[in-house]
């Protein structure tokens, strides 16, 4: 699948998933961390064992919400870490990776301030 950077995107935008990954720029990363300012590589732990603190390089920019990728498949995160992220005001939105890549595409050509979490497929 190829994704196109929209006009009034700036920022990381994720322009390619395929088998090695989701590339952005001209790194492919298994499992990836965005800002609006920002991607990295990612090594999650499993999607049940996932704490807020496996997120804290993303909520330092203050996301409206998070968009987590959860792999192939849609799986809900924990209800603690759902309730930690909004004691400090941020939402979360989980879908499966390939819905979230796109999903942080379309959000950040609107200019919405958002982070996101991106399980391996």
Do not use: N
């Not at 920002?38 to 090594?43: E, N, P, S, V, Y």
């Not at 993303?58 to 004691?87: D, H, K, M, N």
């Amino acid at each position: 699948m190829r994704m196109e950077r929209g006009p009034r995107t700036d920022g990381p935008m994720i322009q390619a998933i395929g088998p090695q990954g989701f590339k952005v720029d001209e790194g492919y990363y298994p499992a990836l961390l965005l800002t609006p300012t920002r991607a990295d590589g990612w090594t999650p732990p499993p999607i049940a064992a996932l704490e807020i603190a496996a997120l804290e390089p993303i909520l330092g920019a203050s996301p409206e919400f998070v968009l987590l990728g959860t792999g192939r498949t849609l799986v809900q995160p924990a209800p603690a870490l759902r309730r930690a992220l909004e004691a400090r005001g941020i939402g979360i939105e989980a879908m499966d990776s390939r819905a979230a890549a796109r999903a942080w595409g379309v959000l950040r050509s609107e200019g919405r301030g958002i982070a996101a979490a991106l399980y391996p497929l």
